[in-house]
């Protein structure tokens, strides 16, 4: 991406997060640091080698911190937080316009806790799906 450095800097974030899987990444990791296991546990519609050249996009990018922390788990870097802080803004205001424009009342949504179990996490995808 860095070849793109003429384009703005709206048009280059743009371009990291219309990726789906880029952006239930950013999502998850920054949610709390996951194994590979637990990604391919989530992500369970995505080939585990496609996640893998994600993960490694979004390292290149300094978005996801490129070495594993000592229990083997992937995280976000400080820059991948704040991504992560400005996508979900502009994913609950994008729903919430949707919802305006369609006269329904715009659901509030809370965040599993941090400890929550994969199982539960799983559960909340759906949740993710809506907003991302």
């Known amino acids: 991406m860095t070849a793109r450095s003429k384009e703005s800097g709206l048009k280059y974030a743009t371009n990291v997060l219309q990726d789906q899987c880029q ?3 950013i999502f998850w990791l920054g949610f709390r640091p996951l194994k590979m296991e637990e990604l391919t546990e989530l992500l369970s519609d995505v080939p585990k080698e496609e996640l893998v050249s994600k ?3 979004l390292q290149n990018l300094r978005v996801v911190n490129p070495i594993c922390d000592k229990a083997d788990c992937y995280s976000l870097t400080e820059d991948g ?3 992560r802080r400005l996508m979900i803004s502009v994913s609950v205001w994008g729903v919430q316009q949707q919802d305006e424009n369609a006269d329904r009342q715009s659901m509030f949504v809370i965040e599993p806790e941090l400890d929550a179990s994969i199982k539960d996490l799983v559960k909340y995808r759906q949740t993710v799906e809506k907003y991302l």
């Open 23 to 25: 952006s239930v990444l």
């Open 55 to 57: 993960l490694h996009a």
């Open 81 to 83: 937080d704040q991504l």
